[in-house]
Nanobody, 121 residues
């Protein structure tokens, strides 16, 4: 199983970006999917997550500005980021909790490689 993130880049304060993450490989079922971020010198933090039924939760710092969504058929998760601020600058990682086979006794967490988002002031 692999997660491939894309969509990062450089944007000015107040701008928008959309991150996407695609899951490939042997997948039986995907539970929650999420976006995390890690700024220089800081710990990785949860930005938003979304259940298999598309119930989303957000960090307070991004609520109202970011929107997470998923397409179960395409096995993708996206993060629409609006009204970006310099403090949103970080490497963003997608993650997913996945059952690879119906016979598995437990699901596992998988991570994408990270995509850089830089917001200039």
């Amino acid at each position: 199983v692999q997660l491939q993130a894309s969509g990062g880049g450089l944007v000015q304060t107040g701008g928008s970006l959309t991150l996407s993450c695609a899951v490939s490989g042997s997948v039986f079922s995907i539970n929650f999917m999420a976006w995390y971020r890690q700024a220089p010198g800081k710990e990785r933090e949860l930005v938003a997550d979304i259940t298999s039924r598309s119930i989303a939760t957000y960090a307070s710092s991004v609520k109202g500005r970011f929107t997470i969504s998923r397409d179960n058929a395409k096995k993708t998760v996206s993060l629409q980021m609006n009204s970006l601020k310099p403090e949103d600058t970080a490497v963003y990682y997608c993650a997913a909790n996945i059952w690879t086979r119906a016979s598995d006794t437990s699901s596992q967490d998988y991570w994408g490689q990270g995509t850089q988002v830089t917001v200039s002031s």
